[in-house]
């Protein structure tokens, strides 16, 4: 899908703040606030703009760290898996993945005890054969606003 | 690590955010069954102690040039993890670099427009002194992103 600069200048003003008014982005862009409506429109019924939500720093609500779950599940079995997971409350994103996982899985922990919990709640779902993780520390989020929490 | 205390009512508005970031004040004060300005400054009182980060929307990244989100593991002669973390913080089209407990040193995640770059980006990191091992994986399919669903609860630290 071709997206000109007037579409990527308004996806970039969104993502720095969901809840800017459109007619501030016409008036910093210098356009009508009909043609921005008329893109945000275009870029939502295309699919470009899956949705919108706040990023919200967890550390301040007891999560610690985030923990990266590497998946190995039976073949053919992975969507099934992938379903389950993405329900877990503290997972933020999951994925099908090619390479040494099938699956990868991003959640938040408040502690070890919770990353014990997790890691057990994968391994007991059915065809799940192995769980590998990786504690993140001293996360550096480069662009903080693209990384959803 | 400071813990802030947030009530069932900042829990409702977030939640409720969560799902449409762009959702007016006003509204969430119909739903809520509370004022317009005391949603406006719990909304700021959230953003000042730093809970609420910011609002942004979801874009599909296949749908824009850019198509593969690869995940990226790098194991580290010790003790030169931070040093190396330094260096992929460089290379264009890194997400998220983090130091990382497991089997990996460092763990970083790319969105990067293609097989190529893919391999070039790899081959950069494998070219860093220090660098042991670099492990990737390419997310396919629609990554499934849970914002909307993940589930916090009201704390009073």
Redesign the interface.
């Known amino acids: ?1 071709k ?1 000109d600069h007037i579409d990527l200048t308004i ?1 970039e003003m ?6 800017i008014s459109l007619r501030e982005i016409a008036r910093e862009m210098k356009i009508s606030a009909d043609t921005v409506s008329n893109r945000v429109e275009k870029l939502t019924q ?17 999560y ?1 760290f ?1 923990t ?1 779950f ?1 998946i190995n599940v039976k073949p053919a079995y992975a969507a099934q898996v ?2 389950k997971i ?2 877990i ?13 099938d699956l ?1 899985a991003l959640s ?1 922990v408040k502690n070890f005890h919770h990353l014990c919990s997790l890691r057990d709640t994968i391994l007991e779902m059915p065809y799940v054969e192995n769980v ?18 | 690590m400071s813990e802030i205390n947030i009530d069932a009512l900042d829990v409702k508005i977030l939640r409720l955010l969560q799902g449409d970031a762009r959702k007016p004040f006003q509204e969430i004060a119909q739903q809520t069954g509370v004022s317009t300005d005391t949603i406006k400054n719990r909304f700021h009182q959230m953003t000042k102690t730093g809970l609420l980060r910011g609002t942004t929307i979801v874009v599909d990244p296949k749908k824009i040039d850019q198509n593969h989100v690869v995940s990226i593991g790098v194991q580290v002669t010790n003790p030169y993890a931070e040093q190396v973390l330094n260096l992929i913080k460089k290379i264009p089209g890194m997400y998220v670099v983090t130091r990382s407990v497991g089997r990996y040193d460092i763990e970083a995640i790319a969105i990067l427009k293609d097989i190529e770059q893919i391999s070039t980006v790899k081959n950069t990191i494998a070219d860093f002194q220090q660098v042991q091992n670099v492990d990737i994986e390419i997310w396919v399919d629609k990554p499934l992103l849970c914002p909307k669903n993940f589930e916090f609860e009201e704390n009073h630290a």
Not at chain 1, 133 to 144: H, K
Request: charged share 20%; hydrophobic share 50%.
């Open positions: 899908m997206l996806l969104l993502k720095k703040d969901a809840r295309q699919g470009i703009i899956l949705s919108s939500t706040v990023i919200l720093d967890t550390s301040k609500i007891g610690a985030i990266r590497g992938l379903e993405i329900k409350p503290s997972v933020i994103i999951a994925s099908k993945v090619v390479g040494s996982n990868v938040v590998d993780l990786g504690m993140w520390i001293n996360t550096m989020e480069i662009c903080p606003h693209y990384f959803l929490i």
